[in-house]
């Protein structure tokens, strides 16, 4: 009797814990996760990349080692970002491909993300998944190096903010974690080059060499950069068509770099309303570009010392906001915090235009020009003077 009261309830609750692989109702998504070694109250989340910004879908907090996330999708497939900013974690992600109808299952024994296996039976999944094993057991020591130094960053940024000399003692850890892992980091990058060469071609196979590509834009030094390049004769005249192939051709075609003493680079900038602008509106006045992203913390506390500059120099300065988010939420954020000045963009994906040429790398980013175009000086980062 006992042995058939437990098969009725696997047969009434098929689709809950007696079930290995739960059903998922059409227009949804489910990730179960099961983790060892992690802590209860550890958040777990789910993001989406839009433009320079990683947004938030949905969150769960670890129990028992389970976590669970659900939410819809329409059609197709889609790649989300699964990561945790709790202590001990790599401040990086994992990718996992949800479709309609779909159950994927993570396990991982502890909390270096890129190390826990993704189960599924979506074709982009299992690619994902031969791509990072690929970069082991070299990525693996990379994921505990980082997971350190993302520790280091929040004991500085959160606990100590302005404890000059606690940043000064944190830095040469965070120096020394890092004379350890870039030796480890070129070798995970030509590992992952290798497979690149022989992969299939696939929607996986193009979001990676787009972060190959990008490389051509901040990291001139790279000994990989011929490779990379060589890369792109794999592209088909079609694949080069595609949205993304556009976007990879930029990187392989970008514009000449400008520095200080160089007559200011210029190229099309679009208002909230769609219109097309150019530096060159500006001549014969001082312009301050400034490079900036809403997801940028030191870009979003610059904004009430540039509206004082904006109205305090109104009559002989020019500023130019450049931002690189997308359209819809440039257009909120701007809004939302009523930015004045010229707010323009380039409305590109990735740093192919005027970023890339004043050599673009961390934001915010500043350029100032005289009245001459000339470049006069270009810095990045922000702190307000007390």
Known sequence: MKKKHV???CVLFAAGACSHNPSVPEGEFLIQGQLENVPDSTVIDLRISDGQLLKEITSDTVINGKFF?????????RELLLMSSSKGFPGTWISVWVASGKHIKVTGADKLLQTWTIESNILEQQEE????????????DVLK?????????QIMFREHADDEEFH??????????????????NIVLQKELAYLKTAPLSSVWFNKYLGFASRLQWDKDN??????????????????ETEIGQNISEYMNLGAEVNVGDKMADG??????????????????????????????PCVQSIPEMEEIIEMYKDKLAVVSISGDSKE??????????????????????RTGLAARYKVVGIPNYVFISPEGIIQDMWSGYGKIS
């Open 7 to 9: 098969i009725s309830l």
């Open 145 to 153: 190096y980082s997971a350190q130094e993302y520790d280091l960053f």
């Open 69 to 77: 996330l659900r939410d819809t999708i329409t059609s197709g497939t």
């Open 129 to 140: 998944n031969r791509f990072v094993e690929a970069s082991f057991p070299e990525q693996r």
């Open 168 to 185: 000064k003692e944190c830095w040469k850890q965070v120096d020394s974690l890092r004379q350890l892992k870039e030796p480890l980091e």
């Open 329 to 350: 939420n440039w257009k909120k954020f701007i809004t939302d915090k009523n930015m004045t000045g010229n707010q323009w963009n380039e409305l590109r994906k990735g």
């Open 268 to 297: 099309d900038l679009y208002d909230p309303e769609g219109n097309l602008h150019h530096l060159s509106e500006f001549a014969s006045q001082y312009i301050l570009l400034d490079f900036w992203s809403m997801g940028c913390g």
């Open 223 to 240: 000994p990989n950069i011929s490779e990379i390049k060589a890369l792109y004769a794999r592209l088909s005249d079609a694949d080069k």
